[in-house]
Antibody, heavy 119, light 110 residues
């Protein structure tokens, strides 16, 4: 059974940093693109970033470029999102997703982890 | 990258068909056949319903269908059922090698 479990969310001060993790199981992690998608409370979905199976290619939405870094450790079946210089508008539930086709998320998503940026 | 434009809400009675539009530009929807649709129930993760404009993943009901004409994509739900009441989002690949979501549509089953 495919499972994706996010962790690392919580309350962070503006300007602070946090690292999200996504633990994958039930499939060959190194075969798939992986994505992060976020959703501010009560609002719509926003694609954040994705990364190639071997980690050699990454793409980001303009609003997080230079502040967020997506990475993966295929030996640990884990996806990460390092988030720096956080702003109030980064407050959202962050989902990781397995991306099988050309889409913003994919067929399998985690349950999400909430990041709240506030003083 | 601006969000794709969707109607805020669409409603229909059980058994009816409804269509949700998703309007972008030639740099996203109109330029690629990489439009997807997601269904999201409150408090749940999104579920992929359509990919590559009109393909359904395994397990998705054939009551859901997708199409595209120019810069506008559409999702049609036929034989509307109570369980179809949810938020729906389109998304498209863009010329910047990124993805953009639509503004979202709340579907209400009357």
């Amino acid at each position: 059974e495919v499972q994706l479990v996010e962790s690392g969310g919580g309350l962070v001060q503006p300007g602070g940093s946090v690292r999200l993790s996504c633990a994958a199981s039930g499939f060959t992690f190194s075969d798939y693109w992986m994505s992060w998608v976020r959703q501010p409370p009560g609002k719509g979905l926003e694609w954040v970033a994705n990364i190639k199976p071997d980690g050699s290619e990454e793409h980001y939405v303009d609003s997080v470029k230079g502040r967020f870094t997506i990475s993966r450790d295929n030996a640990k079946n884990s996806l990460y999102l390092q988030m720096n210089s956080l702003r109030a508008e980064d407050t959202a539930v962050y989902y990781c997703a397995r991306t099988e086709v050309a889409t913003a998320g994919g067929s399998y998503w985690g349950q999400g982890t909430l990041v709240t940026v506030s003083s | 990258q601006s969000a794709l434009t969707q109607p805020a809400s669409v409603s229909g009675s059980p058994g009816q068909s409804i269509t949700i539009s998703c309007t972008g530009t030639s740099s996203d929807v109109g330029g690629y056949n990489y439009v997807s649709w997601y269904q999201q129930h409150p408090g749940k993760a999104p579920k992929l319903m359509i990919y590559d404009v009109s393909n359904r993943p395994s397990g998705v009901s054939n009551r859901f269908s997708g199409s595209k004409s120019g810069n506008t994509a559409s999702l049609t739900i036929s034989g509307l059922q109570a369980e179809d009441e949810a938020d729906y989002y389109c998304t498209s690949y863009t010329s910047s090698s990124t993805y953009v979501f639509g503004t979202g549509t709340k579907v209400t089953v009357l």
